[in-house]
């Protein structure tokens, strides 16, 4: 790009962010006791790997914390009431980088801080309005990149856009634009099920569900060509045109932005600018070469990730290949930036790890396959600082299996042993090759774990302890995987947890909870509300619907358009298969989930109100025409791809909205939400609520305050388990 077209993108942006000094952090001067039972999670080392930062919510709120690995020390780095999303720990040592939530909202920005408290101030996401998050450190730990989110500009006020020649055809079409029966995508995608569900008719009506039967099938759709640029060209900024093909955004006006900048903490040096996007939900810059001349950045909507080579100096794009959903994180470059390491799906159904070899420019010249598994996903990637080895964790069947495995020779990978069931986050720690793992299992509360080079992995002492886990007198349930198959044919997953104290064989009352995402995927870890349910003497069956990760991208493409009908379905298909084994009572039966979960929710009540007595929906979509209307911009752009365009898509939307349907209702429903929440905004329970009241059915609402779309504070979220279990209880007959 031309310095003058470059200048007239950088002027058409936002002011680049500038550090804002804050009063210093509590630092060593402030160590509180537990005060309540705590998790430990997203850890970052410091060069030395003797000192780990990581969020810790033993004061009810996530924060900030710093220990030594051997836990003889131990400190509140922020004391600040707003929880903390994301740490990371310079190279260089001498700044912690941490994404915060202010007020437990969906807008973040980026703080950094020095390890001992002091010159702790804000270098990202302090304008009204705009939010930002973490990206990657320099080498050399001088700069770190972070992504500012801003909102559209007022009506009238143009974005300048500067546009390369495209290298490449779109095959990034709008799934409103796609033809009936479409299911063309790069890679072995199959389409599952056979023809979709709930073909929408000329008058905009979906299938009639209500009796739990297969309706009139249409044509599904299994997936969307990716092999090529998302936005309809390669152009080095990112920008392009919006889903409607024009440049605008989702409602025909101006696109939000995103800008991706190394920040210099200190404010010493200038703003960088690395990447910018408009009518786009992620753009994250993941690595930065040993001689700053490339930058990885991770870009696209859900389902339509790519891992793009920038070259620095001119901000042209090098190369392009496609990434997974997942873990942000999703690759390094090789000490001389002629290889690019990348966990990719590119045209495959599971992530591996894949080494695409780079010319001068960021070009690929070659791609290859270093490690791979079958049926499993490459989940979590880290790499030690000289390069030489990664640590890699797969994900079977919900389940973690961690190794190494040296990038310089051909030594098969070593496989590290896990004391429980699912990694979180892996970081190096140290020359001597040491990794600072997060663990979550079933038994135990989210903590962070040492496992020096060749050893066994030991606990930080500053993570909670197994026995407190949960209540005295309440052991810890294990939950046992099955594998239910749909209507159609699909196999499904899931996860069954059953109550304490009931006799084999007796089936008992069973609460089914969905997931959020879609693209989520229901995993063996501990989850208090789970534990509170069975303290109620209430199973658990928590499955994988259509649309879930870990089962390989033809099963999560399969809820498209009209395929989420058969992801309702599937729904009332994991309930027929508990029931039929014997484990649940088909009397007491109750739905529940959590974001996407939330709209399953009540998709289901409304779908097959004939089988469940209770429901509880949270931060759930009820009408996907008001969700689009009120969500964030950014959010709206990538939820497009994903459920269906807001214009051309109208009648699907609506069709598979509760609201359309919420004359079918039969039983009491509790809607939980976060007040702060501007993901799915809290007027989409509001609105099934009072749809249910005017229809003469109990519906209330919990409103946690100071929450958005997740629950952080441990008192909110005390609130929430139990008046979630009361009102199942109370409505299950217990």
Excluded at 375 to 403: H, I, P, Y
Excluded at 495 to 518: E, F, K, Q, S, T
Aim: hydrophobic letters at 35%.
């Amino acid at each position: 790009m031309a310095a003058d077209a470059r200048d007239r993108l950088i002027g058409a942006m936002s002011a680049a962010p500038a550090p804002v000094p804050l009063a210093d952090a509590a630092g060593t001067r402030d160590t509180p006791r537990p005060l309540v039972a705590h998790g430990c999670w997203y850890p970052s080392a410091d060069p030395t790997g003797e000192w780990v930062a990581f969020i810790c919510d033993r004061t009810g709120v996530p924060q900030l914390w710093t220990g030594l690995a051997d836990g003889s020390e131990i400190h509140l780095l922020d004391a600040d009431p707003d929880p903390v999303t994301e740490v990371s720990w310079s190279p260089d040592g001498r700044w912690i980088a941490y994404t915060v939530a202010p007020g437990g909202g969906e807008h973040t920005r980026v703080l950094c801080v020095r390890p001992d408290g002091t010159g702790r101030r804000i270098v990202a996401g302090a304008d009204a309005g705009s939010s930002a998050y973490l990206g990657c450190w320099t080498r050399d730990g001088s700069a770190v990149a972070v992504t500012v989110a801003e909102p559209p500009p007022p009506t009238g006020l143009t974005v300048r856009t500067v546009l390369p020649e495209p290298s490449a055809p779109d095959h990034g079409t709008a799934f409103g634009d796609l033809p009936t029966g479409w299911a063309e995508r790069d890679g072995p995608a199959t389409l599952l099920g056979g023809t979709g569900h709930g073909q929408v008719g000329p008058d905009g009506s979906g299938p009639d569900h209500g009796t739990g039967a297969p309706a009139g099938h249409g044509t599904g759709v299994a997936g969307r060509a990716t092999d090529g640029p998302v936005h309809g060209t390669a152009g080095p900024d990112g920008e392009g045109p919006g889903l409607d093909g024009g440049g605008s955004g989702l409602d025909g006006g101006a696109p939000d932005r995103l800008t991706a900048y190394l920040v210099d903490p200190s404010g010493l040096g200038s703003p960088v600018l690395v990447a910018a996007e408009s009518g786009a939900a992620t753009l994250r810059v993941c690595d930065v070469s040993q001689d700053g001349r490339l930058a990885l950045v991770r870009r696209g909507p859900r389902g339509r990730r790519e891992a793009v080579v920038v070259r620095t100096a001119d901000l042209a794009t090098g190369s392009v290949l496609r990434v997974g959903d997942g873990d942000p994180w999703i690759g390094r470059f090789s000490q001389d930036g002629r290889t690019l390491w990348l966990r990719s799906d590119h045209e495959r159904q599971f992530a591996a790890l894949l080494a695409a070899t780079l010319d001068e420019d960021g070009g690929r010249v070659g791609l290859s396959v270093v490690a791979e598994r079958e049926g499993s996903d490459l989940e979590l990637l880290a790499f030690a600082e000289d390069g030489r080895t990664a640590a890699l964790a797969w994900n079977v069947r919900g389940a973690s299996e961690l190794e190494t495995l040296s990038l310089s020779t051909a030594a098969r990978p070593r496989r590290v042993p896990l004391p429980h069931e699912v990694v979180t986050r892996i970081t190096r720690a140290g020359p001597a090759g040491g990794t600072v793992l997060a663990l979550s299992g079933s038994q135990r509360r989210p903590g962070v774990w040492w496992a020096p080079p060749g050893g066994l992995s030991a606990r930080t002492p500053w993570s909670s302890r197994d026995e407190d886990a949960v209540p005295p007198g309440r052991p810890p349930v294990r939950p046992v995987p099955l594998r239910p198959t749909a209507r159609d044919g699909v196999r499904l997953g899931g996860w069954y947890y059953r109550a304490a104290g009931r006799d084999a064989g007796r089936p008992g009352p069973c609460v089914i909870h969905l997931h959020g995402g879609p693209e989520e995927q229901e995993r063996p870890v501990f989850d208090p509300l789970y534990h509170e349910l069975l303290g109620r003497g209430l199973d658990v069956f928590a499955p994988d619907v259509r649309g879930s990760s870990g089962w390989g991208r033809s099963f999560v493409d399969a809820d498209l358009g009209t395929g989420r009908f058969a992801a309702i379905d599937d729904v009332a298909d994991c309930a027929a298969h508990v029931v039929l084994d014997g484990l649940a009572d088909p009397t007491r039966l109750a739905v529940m989930g959590r974001s996407y979960g939330g709209y399953l929710t009540m998709a289901s009540l409304v779908w097959h109100p004939e089988l469940f007595r209770t429901g509880v929906a949270v931060c759930g979509m009820s009408d996907l025409s008001t969700f689009f209307a009120g969500t964030e911009p950014w959010i709206a752009e990538s939820a497009a791809h994903k459920y269906g365009h807001p214009v051309r898509d109208r009648e699907l939307l609506r069709s598979l909205s509760p609201m359309s349907r919420v004359d079918a209702l039969r039983v009491p429903l509790l809607a939980v939400h976060g007040e702060h929440d501007t993901n799915v905004p809290p007027g989409e329970s509001e609105q099934m609520v009072r749809a249910a009241r005017e229809r003469g059915l109990p519906a209330e609402m919990l409103t946690l305050r100071d929450e958005g779309h997740e629950f952080r504070r441990a008192d909110n979220r005390r609130l929430f388990r139990r008046t979630a279990s009361d009102w199942m209880q109370r409505h299950l007959g217990l």
